[in-house]
Structure formats: structure tokens, C-alpha cells
């Protein structure tokens, strides 16, 4: 009995749809906990103050904790994603990496567009890159509920989109979602780089301690310079060797995806919705939001992408059609995880982050249902 119980809880975290099935459950959790008569301790919860963490100057309240630190460990996992298919992957080579880049960098900039279209001169101006981000769990999950009905070059461009899709959002947040720099914590910053750099460049694989002092050193002179404390975990996943790349993807891959980002989107949609719940789709905000996910993301990818493949730039994904490539260009409308993320960056208002972060739910689902029905189709037509 012990041996099956073992066997089905490997399966089911070793399966590519498990990430997307759990943050789809602990997104309708934290949302129904959060408007019953109880939801207001579970949304206490999450602010709660930790004085210890306080008197150490770390973020003090387990929300700040989770987006500060815990996100700091997504951050290196996707840091250690893009680095190994620079290396060795889809982005190794220029013709390899050509349409998934420009891909990405258009289905950022017109939700982004679209964003602003909406909401330029408004309150909700600094929220524009919320709608440009791609989550590569989620979206991932929902091709993997179709099988092996989908090419796996799509698959394989779609992952090549997502992890470009988020190092430009890692590049969005340390540049316009910082604070004014503190320069002696950014030079202790830099020292932590160095200090890495050297490291690795002396001994590859010992000392592995060492090399996770300077990592936290780094995250917190990171923390405390007013850039986000984030942005040090792509920055230790880049000075890490190659040698060791697939040695922290294998540990932090399941606590990653289901302990680290199951945390983020529990305390991250502890949302009370509104009586007049409704009202929320009137904001301008909301609209830019979701019109962005749904049409922005899809347009920005498609439209440049078939000018590519037009002018002989790029090839479309090899035994793919159009139909299914309008497919993945919807899936990627998802942006869940790191538009949240984003969303409690861009706005200080409690209400408005909430107003920010229900568009966001509403646009990735909208796209995720689309996207999935449209490709399901699209595959059986082959």
C-alpha cells in the first residue's frame, strides 16, 4: 500500500499537466476561503508581521516574505532555464533562436500597447506590464492535457517563448519596478557578482556552501538596494557554471513548482471580492488587463511570427499549421503567476492591486479555455 501511495504521488509530480491542475486548485481554494465568514483571518494571515524577520531587516510579513524571497528561488529556477538553452537549447543559435525571440518581444510590447491605450494619463498607467507575461507552468500544462495531438515543435516553441517571455519580465521589473538605488547595498551587490564570478571560475563543483553564502549575500544586498530582491536569483543562476545547471534544476524543480509557486498564488489571490464583484470589469484597468492577455498576446506573436516565416527569416515550427500556432499564441494570453506578480508591484492600493489581480485571473482563464479548445480542434483537423 505504502510502495502505490509512493508510486502515485511520483507519477503525478513527474507529470507535465500536475503544476497546472495545482495552481488551478489553490486559485479557486484561496478565492472561496477568502469570502467566507473566515476570510478575513486567512487574508490576516498572509500580512501577518514576523518580528523576527524584522529585527534582521528581512521582508517582515509572510506576503512580503513569499514575493521577496520565495519568488527569489523561481526567479533562479527560470534563470537556470534560460541560461542552459542559450547554452545548449533552442536559443543556442541565431536561427534557432529567432522566432521565439521576436516572438516573445512583440507578444510583450502590444499588450503592452494595448495596456496603455486603455489606461494612458490614468492611475493605472504604471500597471502597463502587467498583461505582457506568459506563465510557462501554466500554459505548458494546458498543451500537456492534449498529449501527443501537438507537435512537439510547438511544445518546444512555446517553452522557448515562456522563458524569453520571462526574462524580459525579469528585465521590466529591475528596471522600472525598483525603488531609488541604495548605493551601498548595490555595491555590496556587485562585490556578492564578483565574488560568484571568481568562485565558479576557480572551483566548478566544491564548496558548494560557500557559493549559497554569497547567494543570499547577494539576494540581500539586492533586497535592501532598491532593486527587486528578485532579479538576484536570474543573476546567481547566470554566474552559476554550466557544469552545474542541471545539478539545481533536478533539486528545485518539484519544490519550485509545487511548494514555492503554490505558496505565491495562495497568498497572492486572498482576494475579497467585491459585492458588486461585477463593477470590477468596468475599470479601465481591468479591460487593458485582459484585453491584453486575450488579444494582445496572441496578435504580438502570430502577426510578427508570420512576417518572419513570409520574408524566409524563420521557418514555422516543423509538422505545424497555422491553426495550431494561432493555438499556442492564445495559451500564451495566460499570464497567471507572473502578471500577479507584477500586479502587486505596479500598485501600492490594496483595491487596486485587487481589481488588477482579478483581470488577470479572468483574461488567463479566458485565454486558457479558448486556447485549449481551439488547439484541441485544430490538432484533431490535422
Request: hydrophobic share 55%; glycine share 8%; aromatic share 14%.
Amino acid at each position: 500500500m505504502r510502495k502505490k501511495i509512493q508510486y502515485t504521488l511520483y507519477s503525478f509530480i513527474h507529470d507535465s499537466r500536475s503544476v497546472g491542475i495545482v495552481l488551478l486548485c489553490c486559485t479557486a481554494l484561496s478565492l472561496i476561503i477568502s469570502n467566507l465568514s473566515f476570510g478575513k483571518g486567512y487574508h490576516d494571515f498572509w500580512e501577518m508581521e514576523i518580528p523576527f524577520f524584522q529585527a534582521v531587516h528581512l521582508p517582515h510579513s509572510m506576503l512580503h516574505f513569499i514575493n521577496d524571497a520565495l519568488m527569489a528561488v523561481f526567479f533562479f529556477l527560470a534563470g537556470m532555464e534560460i541560461k542552459r538553452e542559450m547554452l545548449v537549447g533552442e536559443l543556442s543559435s541565431l536561427k534557432q533562436a529567432i522566432l521565439p525571440v521576436i516572438a516573445a518581444m512583440s507578444g510583450v510590447a502590444l499588450p503592452a500597447i494595448i495596456f496603455l491605450l486603455f489606461n494612458k494619463g490614468t492611475d493605472f498607467q504604471n500597471g502597463w506590464a502587467i498583461p505582457t507575461a506568459t506563465d510557462i507552468a501554466f500554459s505548458l500544462g494546458i498543451v500537456a492535457l492534449l498529449g501527443k495531438k501537438v507537435p512537439d515543435s510547438l511544445r518546444v516553441f512555446l517553452t522557448a517563448l515562456a522563458i524569453i517571455d520571462d526574462l524580459i519580465a525579469i528585465l521590466v521589473i529591475a528596471l522600472f519596478y525598483g525603488s531609488q538605488i541604495e548605493w551601498l547595498y548595490f555595491l555590496g551587490a556587485i562585490a556578492a557578482m564578483v565574488s560568484l564570478f571568481f568562485l565558479n571560475k576557480m572551483i566548478k563543483q566544491k564548496f558548494q556552501w560557500l557559493r549559497l553564502l554569497f547567494g543570499v549575500a547577494l539576494w540581500f544586498c539586492m533586497y535592501h538596494s532598491g532593486i527587486h530582491a528578485t532579479v538576484a536569483g536570474v543573476v546567481f543562476a547566470f554566474l552559476l557554471p554550466r557544469e552545474l545547471l542541471h545539478v539545481y534544476e533536478d533539486k528545485l524543480h518539484t519544490f519550485v513548482n509545487f511548494v514555492v509557486i503554490p505558496i505565491f498564488v495562495l497568498a497572492n489571490t486572498s482576494i475579497l471580492l467585491p459585492s458588486n464583484f461585477l463593477g470590477a470589469f468596468e475599470s479601465t484597468l481591468s479591460w487593458g488587463i485582459i484585453v491584453g492577455l486575450f488579444i494582445g498576446k496572441p496578435l504580438g506573436i502570430v502577426g510578427v511570427s508570420l512576417g518572419l516565416i513570409k520574408s524566409k527569416l524563420a521557418e514555422m515550427p516543423h509538422g505545424a499549421n497555422l491553426r495550431q500556432f494561432w493555438g499556442v499564441g492564445i495559451l500564451a494570453g495566460i499570464g497567471f503567476t507572473m502578471s500577479i506578480f507584477v500586479s502587486s508591484l505596479a500598485f501600492n492600493n490594496a483595491d487596486v492591486q485587487s481589481t488588477a489581480k482579478i483581470a488577470v485571473i479572468a483574461g488567463s482563464f479566458l485565454s486558457m479555455i479558448v486556447g485549449f479548445i481551439w488547439l484541441k480542434f485544430s490538432c484533431n483537423k490535422q
